[in-house]
């Protein structure tokens, strides 16, 4: 009811600005890496393993998405990601020897279910989940987990949930990497304290919210946006696209922006805003350079730059500056500005943020 939304005006926003507390109770009982984060077992089934296989659905998928990029430049171990429906049907190449790793919030999503019994009847028995609900399906039918401490969470369009995987899975990441001998006690001591500062951090990106809200009003006209990012951050375009669909019904497409040039360029007109995610990065220039073929064809640029991207605003480029840089961990700053916009434009298009058309907040049936 009222009394449990405070100042917010919808769950979704609540659950939003519950991110620094939910990252904070997520890593609260984290002292130092290792497999017993994970449970009775975890360090023998660590050493026997030589990838790994993500499956999931909807935003679940997309954090799995980007931890694919830790797992291979941080940890080094093969990493594949699948759609669970699309996995539990399609014929694939079984190894036992894969880590089967599930993503759910609610730990009861039947095709994500359904993938993982899939892969346990192929012979695959190293199982871990990531996920919010501890006494779930999910938990119970995997060997090991790591439940994400989001809380409830009551939106249908996942917030809270996405940013704690995240967590989960970079520790999972820093396990896996220690184990294969990849991360010194230097490295580990440095990255524990980038994620202690994670709360703090996100809640100085949750102070932008003013900024965002001023975006909103020209988003809520459009019927189509497009999102780009790149290597880490393009699964974050994809989730950033997803939230704007699931509540504003404006239809949005991510892209990884090297892929313009390949079919969305032709969709570029003054009607498409396009939303990049540009972080200060190894892959900034290129970005820069995708930027620049949108504005040659009119398309109007709304950008999340990082405080020293020397992105500056300009005549259809509108540049949002996110407070600081942070590495390894930026996808988990850079989805939150991405989830408020979705949101308040939402808001002013009058749509039921908090119970989407035709959406459910878990699909516990195929
Ligand atoms: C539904 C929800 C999404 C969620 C997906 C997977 O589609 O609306 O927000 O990402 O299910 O749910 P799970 O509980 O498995 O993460």
């Known amino acids: 009811g009222a009394a449990e939304l405070g100042p917010y005006r919808h769950y979704m926003q609540k659950e939003i600005f519950e991110q620094p507390k939910a990252i904070a109770d997520t890593l609260d009982a984290v002292e130092t890496i290792g497999p017993e984060l994970f449970g009775a077992g975890a360090a023998a089934r660590f050493k026997d393993i030589d990838s790994v296989l993500i499956l ?30 699309e996995y ?5 190449v079984p190894n036992p020897r ?22 346990r009847s192929l012979g695959m028995q190293h199982t871990l989940t990531i996920c ?40 999972l990441t820093l396990t896996l990497a220690k184990v294969r001998g990849h991360l010194s006690e230097a490295q580990e001591a440095d990255h524990l304290k980038a994620l202690r500062h994670l709360p703090v951090a996100v809640q100085a990106v949750l102070a932008l919210e003013p900024q965002v809200v001023a975006w909103s009003e020209a988003f809520a006209r459009k019927e189509n946006a497009l999102f780009l990012g790149r290597g880490l951050h393009y699964p974050i375009a994809l989730e950033g696209a997803l939230k704007l669909k699931e509540i504003s019904y404006i239809h949005a497409e991510a892209y990884p922006a090297g892929e313009l040039k390949h079919g969305p360029l032709a969709l570029v007109t ?90 459910a907040k878990s699909v516990t049936v195929e």
């Open 270 to 359: 003054a009607e498409m805003p396009v939303v990049t995610v540009a972080p200060n990065d190894a892959l900034l220039e290129k970005l820069k350079s995708n930027l620049q073929e949108v504005r040659a064809r009119g398309g109007e640029l709304f950008v999340f730059a990082d405080a020293d991207s020397h992105i500056e605003s300009g005549e259809g480029l509108h540049v949002i500056r996110m407070p600081e840089h942070y590495g390894a961990l930026s996808p988990i700053l850079h989805v939150v500005p991405l989830q408020l916009l979705a949101y308040h434009t939402a808001c002013a298009r009058g749509t039921d943020v908090d119970k989407p058309r035709n959406l």
């Open 98 to 119: 894969q880590l089967v790793v599930t993503i759910s919030q609610s730990g009861e999503t039947a095709d994500t279910l359904a993938a993982l019994k899939h892969a």
């Open 132 to 171: 919010n609900v501890g006494t779930s399906a999910m938990v119970r039918e995997c060997a090991l987990n790591y439940i994400t401490r989001a809380g409830a969470e009551i939106g249908v369009a996942s917030t809270k949930a996405f940013t704690t995987q995240l967590v989960g899975l970079f520790l």
């Open 56 to 85: 999931a659905c909807g935003t679940s998928y997309y954090s799995g998405s980007t931890a694919k990029y830790w797992l291979e430049s941080i940890a080094k171990i093969p990493t594949s990601v699948e759609i669970a429906s």
């Open 88 to 92: 539990r049907y399609r014929d694939s």
